[in-house]
């Protein structure tokens, strides 16, 4: 069993940024593939960005590439999403999610263990 804790949300202003950090707990947490993604109020759940076991390889959606950044420490058992250039659009409950293989995939069924989320709101 792999437990996820996502924290780093919060208010921030157009054009601000945010570091979202995951930390997992439970098996072997460097043999994973790890990734972000977002739910807006009213929308379907969204990839946001993903990270493969060594994090040598990195995926993003089109809407975030070059303001986010995916990053981890497996010596601190944690995934990071660091957003800059945030924008009202990127308002959203952020989850972080576990594959239980070493490479991402970009959909959300291929992910086995899932966090509660933290919630980033992005004022214009």
């Known amino acids: 069993q792999v437990q996820l804790v996502e924290s780093g949300g919060g208010l921030v202003q157009a054009g601000g940024s945010l570091r979202l950090s995951c930390l997992a707990s439970g098996r072997t947490f460097s043999t994973f593939a790890m990734g972000w993604f977002r739910q807006a109020p009213g929308k379907e759940r969204e990839f946001v960005a993903a990270?493969?076991?060594?994090?040598?390889?990195?995926y993003y959606a089109d809407s975030v590439k070059g303001r986010f950044t995916i990053s981890r420490d497996n010596a601190e058992n944690t995934v990071y999403l660091h957003m800059n250039s945030l924008k009202p659009e990127d308002t959203a409950v952020y989850h972080c999610a576990a594959r239980v293989r070493p490479m991402y995939r970009d959909q959300a069924e291929e992910y086995d263990y899932w966090g509660r989320g933290t919630q980033v709101t992005v004022s214009s």
């Open positions: 990270i493969n076991w060594s994090g040598g390889n990195t």
